[in-house]
């Protein structure tokens, strides 16, 4: 069979391949754990998809294991399935065969990982569900809907250290032609070359205009495939709902695809057995397409370097000047109109140059900082530094909100992972934390370098100056000092300190550090208006110390405590001075602007 496929691809009439089996079982079979685990829940389900796409024309029908990897299968508690699941894909696939009587080939379905692994484990995690799935049967292997190219490579060389049989390689493009990492198609045809497989192409991606433009741009020696999504999906009462795509818009797509070189045509998510035989009709009569194909390029929408300016807290850190800012919290509401006078009354003070603005501290929901921000910015005339949390936004999310602060004028961001909802006011919510704080800040790095978090160009390279957090107190301390180190590399260019009572702390962190920061530091002071606020920042704030001295201070001065405290703060603001690049301030509570008394 791997021989006679091959020879197929080179001499035979074009390869129809199957649909989305993967949405169409998940649809057929309810409360799947994943698209897989009916192999084994439901197998007659499974059989009777593969007879419909049979019977609509398909040679070629994937085996139902494309996420059938053991650590996609751990994900939902299935890992002990493994060899389950996979050699019963592949049983199921040759069943449907069996009982349409046509002989097909029978292709083990591998998709990506699904997280971040090595090299080394890619190959294991690869060879491992190969093996299993040439073990039980397959003809072949479609290696499909990847995004990067590298792990592309990685699934194919891990499946060559235990398979001889065909593979396919497919990556999945957007309307451009470039993959989610920035990968354009030609740069991936150049790559996948030189590797021993079979055939490359387009899957899954954004439609079936989308894999048109990947083929023509796969010029090379391999043939070609084309297995594309039947159009954006959406959502509606909970289920996922693709476009209603008309047969003959398939057949026309079969008849481009042809004539791009296409040696395997069929589709992925949302396309079913009455696209799969539009698709064969077409081959069958050697369509010619009606319609000439034209792809446009995508024009930018602002001059690169338009908006490329240093902000004033970048310049000031730049030129060594002492930098003050008072840290705000938003309102818990939709009213911002005190805190604008606040931060009016800072500004006309002179003496303070910056606010930063807090990020849901604490779990509890308030108005956005950067919403926040850039308010305070077009109203106060004073630059801000929003805090922006992780826990909120999926990294596309976040690349949104970065998009509109900049836009806005809202260049500094402090980048911070956030407190867990369990410790607010939605204890029973749950954080999102696509990435924490470090890859926030790799994500501001490649903007400012022009391309998203996966390495696909935006229209203007941002200027954000990005900042991070740090820990001098921190309980664990070895982990600070490697997110920290981790934190600059990534691309940081100032750090704030958790608040800090007693700058011995600093200096023993920057010891054990290795040296001086190589980034800009600013601290921050706290003045402590009463005893019982000093017990809550030392006993309930993670990562806070307040040195027991200050604490038995505050609790003789009784109800004089604010002024002992303002002292404190006023002695650490001045000592400041000799050990960073500035500071920023807590305002005290119902009495902000007496944060002022702090600063000489």
Partial sequence: MPGRFEERLANGPVIVGDGGMGALVTSAVPRLRCPEEANLRAPDAVVSLHVGFINAGADLIEANSFGANRRKLAEHFLEDQLEAINSTAVKLARQARETVGRDVFIAGAIGPLGEAASAHVRHELFSEQAAI?????????????????????????????VSALPIVALLTFDEGAVTLAGVTAQEAAQRLAGLDISAIGANHGAGLLAALAALEDMDGPKPLAALPNIGLASLAGGRVIFPHASPD???????????????????????????????????????????????????LAAALGEEQRETGLGRALREGEWVVSVQLDPPLGGNISGLVELAQGL???????????????????????????????????IE??????????????????????????????????????????????????????????????????????????????????????????????????????????????????????DLKHLDRFFERFGGPSPIPVLVGICPIWSYRFALRLNNELPGIVVPDSLQEALREAGPDAPEVGMAYAKELYDAAREAAAGVYLVAPYRRPLNVLELIS
């Avoid at 799935?133 to 699934?155: H, I, K, P, S």
């Avoid at 698709?279 to 194909?293: H, W």
């Avoid at 002179?350 to 509890?364: E, I, L, Q, S, T």
Wanted: aromatic share 8%; net charge negative.
């Fill in 133 to 161: 799935l040439e073990g039980r049967g397959a003809d072949l292997f479609m290696v499909e809907t990847f995004y990067d190219l590298e792990e592309l490579v990685d699934a194919v060389e891990g499946i060559r250290e």
């Fill in 249 to 299: 818009y398939f057949a026309e797509f079969a008849a481009h695809a042809r004539e791009l070189g296409a040696r395997i045509i069929g589709g992925c998510c949302g396309t079913t057995p009455v696209e799969i035989a539009a698709i064969r009709a077409a081959v069958e009569e050697e369509r010619k397409p009606r319609t000439p194909l034209a792809f446009e390029e995508r024009e």
């Fill in 347 to 381: 500004k006309d003070s002179g003496r303070v140059g910056f606010v930063d603005v807090n990020d849901n501290a604490g779990a509890r929901a308030g108005m956005s900082a950067v919403i926040v921000s850039s308010v305070l910015e077009r109203t106060a005339g």
């Fill in 384 to 501: 801000t530094i929003p805090h922006l949390t992780t826990r909120d936004y999926t990294v596309m999310g976040l690349e949104a909100v970065l998009f509109g602060a900049h836009a806005e004028g809202v260049r500094n961001i402090l980048a911070v992972t956030g407190d867990p909802p369990e410790v607010g006011d939605y204890p029973g919510s749950r954080g999102v934390y696509e990435i924490d704080a470090i890859g926030l800040v790799e994500l501001m790095a490649r903007l400012n370098k022009g391309e998203d978090y996966n390495g696909r160009p935006i229209d203007a390279p941002t200027s954000f100056l990005i900042g991070v957090a740090v820990n001098p107190t921190a309980d664990d301390l070895d982990v600070e000092l490697d997110r920290y180190h981790r934190k600059i590399e990534a691309g940081a260019h100032f750090a704030m300190t958790q608040l800090v009572f």
